[in-house]
């Protein structure tokens, strides 16, 4: 079963106002993440990771410590990855649910502690990858960082919230202010209630 590029959740000017241009979208969605499904596809054709679940393929095809991921590992990856990236956002200004406020603030001190780790790690990370808020095994509630497509599946962690830090998530719309992107990210694009659905 081949997997498809799934249409965002809101149209491609939705998000203009809080920060994400259309023309963003545009590459971001249309293109690059339709590439993925397109060489994601292509790489697991006449595998056995044909009949798998996007999530399967992900577990099954990591290799921990290994910074040049197999072409299926990348591709398979960064389609979920994006998957979840569209849906944790959206148009207006996303209250936080009451409960995912008190989980940050036992986790972390404070709101504003978690943003500022979650921007550290997101501006640390280098080169190309995600940062993340995730729900560990035990479930604490903990922001890291991945290098290129990897994500919180490969460490059987939850993920509740992830940032792609790509140039080419930003580029267009802050140049090289990744800092600036981040910190929007978490205070005008966010969709706090989907992050909260995760918990």
């Known amino acids: 079963m081949a997997f498809e590029l799934p249409d965002l959740p809101y149209g491609h000017d939705s998000l203009a106002d809080n920060g994400m241009s259309r023309e963003t979208l545009e590459y971001h969605h249309d293109l690059h993440h339709n590439a993925y499904v397109t060489n994601g596809n292509a790489a697991i054709a006449g595998t056995d990771w044909e009949s798998k679940s996007l999530e399967e393929i992900i577990t099954g095809t990591y290799s921990a410590g290994s910074v040049a991921q197999n072409g299926i590992f990348n591709n398979i990856s ?25 989980a940050l ?34 479930g604490s509630l903990k922001v890291t960082k991945t290098e290129n497509g990897v994500n919180p599946l490969c460490f059987g962690q939850k993920t509740l919230l992830g ?37």
Request: glycine share 8%; proline share 4%; charged share 20%.
């Open 78 to 102: 960064q389609l979920w990855n994006h998957n979840q990236f569209w849906e944790m956002m959206g148009p207006g200004v996303s209250s936080m649910p009451s409960e995912l406020e008190v």
């Open 105 to 138: 603030k036992e986790s972390f001190g404070s709101l504003e502690a978690f943003k500022t780790e979650f921007c550290a790690a997101g501006a640390g990370q280098f080169g190309a990858g995600w940062c993340w808020l995730v729900k560990t095994p035990d």
């Open 163 to 199: 940032c792609d830090v790509w140039e080419h998530s930003y580029y267009i719309d802050f140049r090289n202010k990744r800092p600036v992107y981040l910190s929007n990210f978490l205070d005008n694009l966010v969709n706090w209630e989907n992050v909260a659905s995760r918990m």
